[in-house]
Nanobody
Framework: QVQLVESGGGSVQAGGSLRLSCTVS????????IGWFRQTPGKEREGVAF???????SYGWSVKGRFTISRDNAKNTLYLQMNSLKPEDTAMYYC??????????????????WGQGTQVTVSS
């Protein structure tokens, strides 16, 4: 059974940092993409950062240069280091994985495994 469990969310002031973690079990990275998305009430889920099938990383335009995605295969954990946080980064953050394949890492609809989310709140 595939499980993705996020942690590390919280409240921080603008300019601060947080590191989100996603513990992954029962999932194979081979041939799949994995990434982070975020959502605020009333808005569509937005792609934040991704690792594609070749291990290449990509980012949403609004977080490029501030966020870093990484993966520790030995610990079965995906990370999202978030620096220089802004109030507009406030959202529920989800990690997600595609299965059984991935054509486009940035395509929200390719992801069919999702965690329960962790809330990030950035105050000004």
């Amino acid at each position: 059974q595939v499980q993705l469990v996020e942690s590390g969310g919280g409240s921080v002031q603008a300019g601060g940092s947080l590191r989100l973690s996603c513990t992954v079990s029962g999932y194979t990275y081979k041939g799949n993409c994995i990434g982070w998305f975020r959502q605020t009430p009333g808005k569509e889920r937005e792609g934040v950062a991704f690792i594609d099938t070749d291990g290449n990383v990509s980012y949403g335009w609004s977080v490029k240069g501030r966020f870093t995605i990484s993966r520790d295969n030995a610990k079965n954990t995906l990370y999202l280091q978030m620096n220089s946080l802004k109030p507009e980064d406030t959202a529920m953050y989800y990690c997600a994985g595609t299965y059984p394949y991935c054509y486009t890492a940035l395509d929200l609809y390719e992801y069919n495994y999702w965690g329960q989310g962790t809330q990030v709140t950035v105050s000004s």
